[in-house]
């Protein structure tokens, strides 16, 4: 008789470990049906509706615009937003951080809405997970509701790690969309998320990034943008995917967050409190509002996230067609670049001796996310190939300093890119939370306003090509050899520069992968 296997303890164990992880991914999401909301046909005059009278040509139907270069000035115009909010609140965010920055500006909403201010606070789940708790802290209030936009159907460890694996063409799906408005006549629209590092406060790694504040009836067209997110039968109420305490925990729990926001900070910035200081500091800003015909871009959420995403969306096409109408000059400033043979195909048909493309992104050595970096390596020298001439960001960039204003961060620590802006013969700027990638393209929502301004299309575009300069990045080309090689101030190197063996390795390898689309 043959001898029967030996199964040991452990690895019936580990079966059961992994039946159970299983079994808690089991039940898939199903989409929600919301209750239909009363929603007022237009927003009731405030503070913000009265600087449209004081500061825009009224006879004109183009709303204000304002840039927000620095960390230190999207922080401080946003925290003075929520203070001279009298109606309503929509932020919707892909990263919303549990640190300094994030709890202040949690904390602020908190204290908003305790005097009757509508809070509606919309959130991608990528990042959501461990933060839980903040948000539930909000969504205990009366005035705060909180959604989570196409969520995991686990929320931790292993568990959550297999759900995301399940549900791959699902999850792939996200809500990459940045906007924040206030009283629906202010709106910021950006590359920013909501923490440290993009408000210039992060001991050893801030983002260079932008934002652009509208004033005006666009920022109600931002409001029709965060509707069609809140209202999709994949955003969640927060209580049905994660328990609140009890109530008496909740109020401790909103007390101290508002609390703590009175008290000294961990972050150098000073913020205002109050009406009457933030109405001022408004002003300040609505003084240099920029008057441009504009129109606002975004991709809605797909009615089935599980379905094939081959067709470029509604924020990629706004981009091909700006490409097609360019004339001279296209210059790019984009985080995360990748761009394969359908885009190539059209762009090099344009580029030549009367269209230049020039693009702007993360070097290895600056990038916040190898991964990423490998999609864009995969795809670096048929770029160059294709006529495209390429800048990678040095972390150590002279710039720096005016990009960043805490002090010590540049001499203490990184820069990283983060921003996401296209100008088109410096008289189109086109800017938003779009990176010029695939995932972009394919995949996430994105929100951008395509402004027609010569004025604010120059100031970007001399900032990108100030990033351009040799102390600021290194050029990337191709030699005799078809060999690449990077060029800056003080170096000409034959690799990656700037960082060591293990990164160089690891982003080459994860480069011979075809896994561009979903960085």
Not at 100 to 111: E, I, K, Q
Not at 419 to 425: L, P
Not at 458 to 482: C, F, H, L, Y
Request: hydrophobic letters at 40%; one cysteine or more; aromatic letters at 8%.
């Amino acid at each position: 008789m043959p001898r029967q296997p030996k199964i040991s303890i452990l690895t019936i164990l580990s079966l059961w470990l992994i039946l159970g992880l299983l079994a808690g991914c089991a039940a898939a999401l199903q989409p929600v049906d919301h209750d239909p909301e009363l929603k007022e046909a237009s927003m009731p005059d405030s503070f913000v509706s009265a600087q449209i009278q004081k500061y825009l040509d009224t006879s004109s139907p183009d709303s204000g615009f304002q840039l927000l270069d620095t960390g230190r000035d999207a922080f401080l115009v946003r925290a003075a937003l929520i203070e001279s909010a009298i109606h309503q609140i929509d932020a919707q965010y892909y990263i919303w951080n549990n640190d300094a920055t994030g709890r202040y500006l949690a904390g602020r909403l908190v204290a908003a809405a305790d005097r009757g201010v509508k809070v509606r606070l919309l959130l991608d789940d990528i990042n959501v997970a461990g933060k839980e708790s903040l948000f539930a802290t909000l969504d205990s209030h009366p005035n705060i509701r909180v959604r989570i936009y196409n969520p995991a159907r686990s929320r931790s460890g292993a568990a959550r790690f297999l759900s995301l694996i399940i549900d791959f063409d699902r999850i792939n799906r996200r809500m990459h969309n940045k906007t924040f408005v206030v009283d629906g006549y202010v709106g910021i629209a950006g590359g920013r998320n909501i923490g440290d590092e993009y408000f210039d406060e992060h001991q050893t790694l801030n983002f260079r990034d932008r934002d652009v504040m509208a004033l005006g009836a666009l920022a109600g067209e931002m409001t029709g943008n965060f509707e069609a997110y809140w209202d999709s039968r994949w955003s969640y109420p927060l209580e049905q995917i994660y328990q609140n305490g009890t109530a008496e925990w909740s109020e401790t729990a909103r007390s101290r967050l508002v609390q703590g926001t009175t008290s000294a900070q961990a972050f150098m910035a000073s913020p205002v409190q109050g009406r009457d200081a933030a109405e001022a500091v408004l002003q300040t800003w609505f003084k240099g509002l920029v008057q441009a015909p504009a129109e606002l871009v975004y991709d809605v959420p797909p009615e089935d996230p599980e379905a094939p995403a081959e067709v470029p969306q509604k924020t990629a096409q706004a981009l091909y067609q700006l490409v097609k109408e360019a004339q001279s000059e296209i210059l790019v400033e984009s985080a995360y670049l990748v761009l394969a043979d359908d885009q190539l195909d059209s762009l090099s048909l344009l580029v030549g001796p009367e269209l230049s493309v020039s693009a702007f992104t993360n070097s290895l050595a600056s990038n916040d996310l190898v991964t990423n970096h490998s999609g864009y390596a995969r795809w670096r020298k048929e770029m160059l190939d294709r006529g495209l001439i390429l800048h990678e960001l040095r972390p150590d960039a002279q710039a720096c300093h005016d990009w960043v204003v805490r002090d010590g961060a540049c001499e203490k620590g990184d820069v990283s890119l983060h921003s996401k802006a296209v100008v088109f013969d410096r008289e189109t700027l086109f800017i938003g939370s779009f990176n010029v990638n695939l995932r972009s393209i394919y995949l996430n929502g994105e929100t951008v306003l395509v402004i027609r301004s010569p004025e604010l299309a120059e100031t970007v575009a001399k900032d990108i090509r100030n990033a351009m300069k040799p102390e600021n990045s290194w050029q990337v080309q191709m030699d005799d050899s078809g060999d690449l090689v990077w060029t800056s101030s003080d170096q000409q190197v034959d690799h990656e520069p700037n960082v060591g063996f293990w990164r160089r390795a690891t982003s080459r390898i994860l480069s011979w992968l075809p896994l561009e689309k979903y960085l």
